[in-house]
């Protein structure tokens, strides 16, 4: 079974900035997919995605302010995230699935237990 864990969130004030990393307990490579979800009181949302390739895929209200990465030698993804609102505040959730920049969560197979952000003056 593939775990995946999240870690980096906390409390920021708004304007500042938190990296989050998902370490996977396998290759990620055999992933076509590595996303970032987030999940406040309502659907969880897609707010990006990178695929085996390096491509990218962000949600519309990050786009400008947040970045993915991924490397594969430590299995890790990241999400940098600057600029940050208090809209941002939720719990992110790390996903790896087989399908390429997938924006629907059906179609990733592992996720992990999710790190709170919450963004706050």
């Known amino acids: 079974q593939v775990q995946l864990v999240e870690s980096g969130g906390g409390l920021v004030q708004p304007g500042g900035s938190l990296r989050l990393s998902c370490k996977a307990s396998e290759n990620i490579f055999n992933f076509n997919s590595m996303g970032w979800y987030r999940q406040a009181p309502g659907e969880r949302e897609l707010v990006a995605t990178i695929?085996?390739?390096?491509?990218?895929r962000f949600a519309e209200s990050v786009k400008e302010r947040f970045a993915i990465s991924r490397d594969n030698a430590k299995n890790t993804v990241y999400l940098e995230m600057n600029s940050l609102k208090p809209v941002d505040t939720a719990v992110y959730y790390c996903a790896a699935g087989t399908s390429s920049l997938s924006t629907d969560p059906y179609e990733y197979d592992y996720w992990g237990q999710g790190t709170q952000v919450t963004v706050s003056s």
């Open positions: 695929n085996v390739g390096g491509r990218t």
